[in-house]
């Protein structure tokens, strides 16, 4: 069950924010949204909310949801910024190199190479970002068939 605009607006308040009606709209977008939209996928959705809202909102309420943790924003390579609502915990991406589909994998099971740098050079790590790439089920049929 999606939350609703008030439950949202608590989540807001809740982490010292301003429960705006951009804000709320483009929170409640993220969470009913399947996989991990990116910005033009969002502000579409809040607009059907709404029926207005500035580009320049959608991405204020974003930073400022990703500053305050209710938004994790991820960036694979090639793919505008996406984000999701899973936070606080360590879990991994796979997308797809065809259709750009993200979803979410839970953490690495087995040996994880290249999760502990074997130098630092002086910074404190406090996050290490695995990103699979392959073909989603969708795409693999017609991937098959152009090999």
Known sequence: MQP?????AERLRHHGLRA??????VLRAVSEIEGHPDTETIT??????????????????LHAMT?????????????PA???????????????RSCGAARDIDCVI???PCLTPGETLDFLIDEAEVTFWGLCPDCQPAHQQVA
């Open 20 to 25: 705006t009606a951009p804000r709320v709209a």
């Open 82 to 96: 996406r984000y999701e609502t899973r936070v606080g915990d360590n879990h991994h991406h796979i997308v797809c």
């Open 44 to 61: 579409g959705h809040v607009r059907t909310m709404l029926g207005t809202v500035s580009i320049q909102a959608v991405y204020d309420s």
């Open 110 to 112: 087995g040996a994880a």
């Open 67 to 79: 500053q305050a943790g209710l938004l994790r924003r991820i960036e694979p390579a090639g793919s």
């Open 4 to 8: 609703s605009a008030d439950e949202v």
